[in-house]
């Protein structure tokens, strides 16, 4: 079962534009939600990450908004370049056992026209 | 340059024939783990290793076995390879993985099954 869900599968926006991507989980035991990057022919890239003792943190374009309440997470890119024309995913980690797991969302295709 | 290398990039193969992709990393992490990505589903880890000698099933381990003899090398061995592991997998490394650090993707190879 997917304990990260994703939307939407795919996203196109215009070049200056505002990408919005979400996420949502169920677990309360997640301490840590990263977002990766991964662009064509390449591996994910960690992006930006955010903790759930805040509710949001920009980095450049970039910024995570986070509703503990909620259980949602999202991403959103300001100003949206063909650049950033990639596949993002959400992600949370916990604890489990003795190590570290990382759960990744579905992944979302974003497409930036020129 | 720090990096994670997986070889080969791309391999096609026949159902039942032992292969082996080959994982290293050269920052010194303890923390290895192999993923595969298909579309919808994401990225979902079929093992991972906390250090040398300490191997652990994830998400999807059926039909994988793994081996952490060295710190920089972890390979993923698929004894009896099967049309529906036909993926692309990636090889992931963390400097620890009792922490939330940055995971590091290798560039991904392409496995197809026939």
């Known amino acids: 079962q997917q304990q990260v869900k994703q939307s939407p599968q795919s996203l196109i926006v215009q070049k200056g534009g505002i990408s919005i991507i979400n996420c949502a989980y169920e677990?309360?035991?997640?301490?840590?939600f990263p977002w990766y990057q991964q662009f064509p022919g390449k591996g994910p890239a960690l992006l930006i990450a955010?903790?759930?003792?805040?509710s949001e943190k920009k980095e450049g374009r970039f910024t995570i908004s986070f509703n503990k309440s909620a259980k949602q997470f999202s991403l959103h890119i300001m100003d949206s370049q063909p650049g950033d024309s990639a596949t993002y995913f959400c992600?949370?980690?916990?604890?489990?056992?003795?190590?570290?797991?990382?759960?990744f969302g579905s992944g979302t295709q974003l497409t930036v026209l020129p | 340059e720090a990096q994670v290398t997986q070889n080969p990039r791309y391999l096609i193969t026949v159902t039942g024939k032992k292969l082996t992709v080959t994982c290293s990393q050269n920052?010194?992490?303890?923390?290895m783990s192999w993923y595969r990505q298909d579309p919808g589903l994401g990225l979902r880890q079929i093992y991972y290793s906390m250090n040398v000698e300490v191997t652990d099933k994830g998400d999807v381990p059926e039909g994988y076995k793994v081996s952490r003899k060295e710190k920089r090398n972890f390979p993923l061995i698929l004894e009896s390879p099967s049309p529906n592991q036909t993926s692309l997998y990636f090889c992931a490394s963390s400097k620890t993985g009792y922490m939330n650090t940055e995971a590091f993707f290798g560039q991904g190879t392409r496995l197809t099954v026939v």
């Open positions: 677990n309360t035991a997640f301490d840590y």
């Open positions: 920052m010194n992490h303890e923390y």
């Open positions: 955010i903790r759930p003792d805040v």
């Open positions: 992600a949370a980690s916990f604890i489990a056992g003795s190590a570290r797991q990382l759960t």
